[in-house]
């Protein structure tokens, strides 16, 4: 089942507005990654953070590995209409046996429309 | 650097035929992991492939199965399809091993009446 709880659910915003969605688990995290898909295609990766705290930044995205490993956010500056979307985090869970870094679990997904 | 890519696009079987789909990855990357994606459940993980061998294998019955060749192309097999099989099933290649960013293929569209 799904491990990461990601939220809103979906936003309607209008264009130039700034958008933040996050990414919460119960379980420690040693890396999220977060991706954009948009209709019929795959997703495409946006950003990936690595270390606890850091704060990365593509352009107008920005995002945020929580310090206590269990949580990420993912801001957008400036909206525009190309930002449509759904917007997922992703990470690969550690579990007993050590991380499975090809074994990527997803959130639920962020559906973004910008109105013009 | 060409992508991900994957065929076909588009796929329609009719329950209880058998399907195969394939991924080739980025030039240079090892490993190849596969997705199902339904509105349903979402993104979830089926299998992993690196050298040939299957590493990590998700929550599916054993009509799903894969396959790597020594060009890191890999390919997944449905058979016996059930109208639940129809999904966008995703591929993905990574560098290495251990190497958590993961670049998607287009996806197959998999229909299944």
């Known amino acids: 089942g799904q491990q990461l709880n990601q939220s809103p659910q979906s936003m309607f915003i209008q264009e130039g507005e700034d958008v933040s969605m996050n990414c919460t688990s119960s379980?420690?995290?040693?890396?999220w990654l977060w991706y954009k898909q948009d209709p019929g295609e795959g997703p495409v990766l946006l950003i990936a953070?690595?270390?606890?705290?850091e704060l990365t930044s593509n352009g107008r995205l920005t995002a945020q590995f929580g310090i206590t490993r269990k949580d990420s956010f993912l801001n957008i500056s400036a909206s525009i209409p190309s930002d449509v979307g759904i917007y997922f985090c992703a990470g690969p869970l550690p579990n007993a046996g050590g991380t499975s870094y090809g074994k990527l679990t997803f959130g639920q997904g962020t559906i973004l429309t910008v109105h013009p | 650097k060409a992508g991900v890519t994957q065929t076909p696009r588009y796929l329609i079987k009719t329950r209880g035929q058998q399907v195969t789909l394939s991924c080739s990855p980025i030039?240079?990357?090892?490993?190849v992991s596969w997705y199902q994606q339904t509105p349903g459940q979402g993104l979830q993980f089926l299998f992993e492939y690196f050298s040939e061998t299957q590493r990590n294998k998700g929550n599916f019955p054993g009509r799903f199965s894969g396959r790597q060749f020594s060009n890191s192309r890999s390919e997944m097999n449905v058979s016996t399809l059930e109208l639940g099989d129809s999904a966008l099933y995703l591929c993905?290649?990574?560098?290495?091993?251990?190497?958590?960013?993961?670049?998607f293929g287009p996806g197959t569209r998999l229909t299944v009446t």
């Open positions: 953070l690595y270390k606890a705290g």
């Open positions: 993905a290649s990574s560098q290495d091993l251990g190497y958590g960013e993961q670049y």
């Open positions: 379980s420690i995290f040693n890396t």
């Open positions: 030039s240079g990357h090892r490993s």
